[in-house]
C-alpha cells in the first residue's frame, strides 16, 4: 500500500465526543466525577506560503450549558517535526483558547503514506484549566497499520502513541495553585487520502495530575475518552 496525502482546502465539519472520568487517588471518600463535552467544529483550510492556515469555529454543548467556539487561526505544518517555538501561555476567561489542540483534527501525515511508515511528531502548547493556565507537552507516535476497509478508495488507518506532560499555575479563589502531571494516551484513526481528510478518530488518554493549593497536595486521575466523527 502506498498513497500520497495532502490536506484539502476548504470546509470539514466534525462532532468531537469526550467523555471524562477525574477521581482523587487514595480518597475513599470523594466520588469519581463524570464529564460529558458534544462540540460541532468547523474547520476551514487555506494554503499559505507553503503552510496552511487553519480556522477553528463551531459550538460546544456540555452537559449545562452550550457556548460558541470563538474563532481561533492556527497554522499547520505538517513537514516540522518539533513545535520547537514555546508557546504563550493564555490569560484563561479573557484569551480565546482552541477547543481542542490542532492535532485532534488534523494530525501532522507526511506526504507519501504506506504500510508499516512511522513518524513522531512534538507539540507544545498552552490551555486552560478553569483559571489556570496549562503549559502541554506532548509527543505523538504514528505508524500506518494498512488500508481501511470501510472506506472505498485511498483509505488509510494510523495508530498513536502519545505521552503527555503538564505543568502550571495560577490564582483560584484566595489560594495560589500548582498544576504538574503525566500521562498516556492511545487513538485510531482514518484518513481517507483521496478527500485529503481525516474521517474518525478514536482515542484514549489516561493521566495522574498535582493539583497544590495553600500548601496541600491532591493527586487525581483522569480518564479521557474522545471521539471524533467527519460530518
Known sequence: MRVSFAYAAGIAT????????IAEIDSVASEPRAFREVARV?????PANGATLVTTTGSIEGTTSA???????DTLRAASTDSVVEPTL??????????????TLLPPVPPELREGARWQRRHVYGICQGPIPIRVERTDSYTVTGRAPQVAGAGVTLTRSSSFAYAGSGVEGQHNVRVTGSGSGQATLILDAAAG?????EGEINSEIDITASGRTRRFSQRIVRTVQGQ
Open 14 to 21: 466534525y462532532i468531537v465526543t469526550t467523555e471524562a472520568t
Open 42 to 46: 468547523d474547520v476551514a483550510i487555506t
Open 67 to 73: 457556548a460558541i467556539i470563538q474563532p481561533f487561526v
Open 90 to 103: 493564555p490569560i484563561c476567561g479573557r484569551d480565546t483558547v482552541p477547543p481542542m489542540h490542532l492535532v
Open 197 to 201: 481528510r481525516l474521517l474518525r478518530a
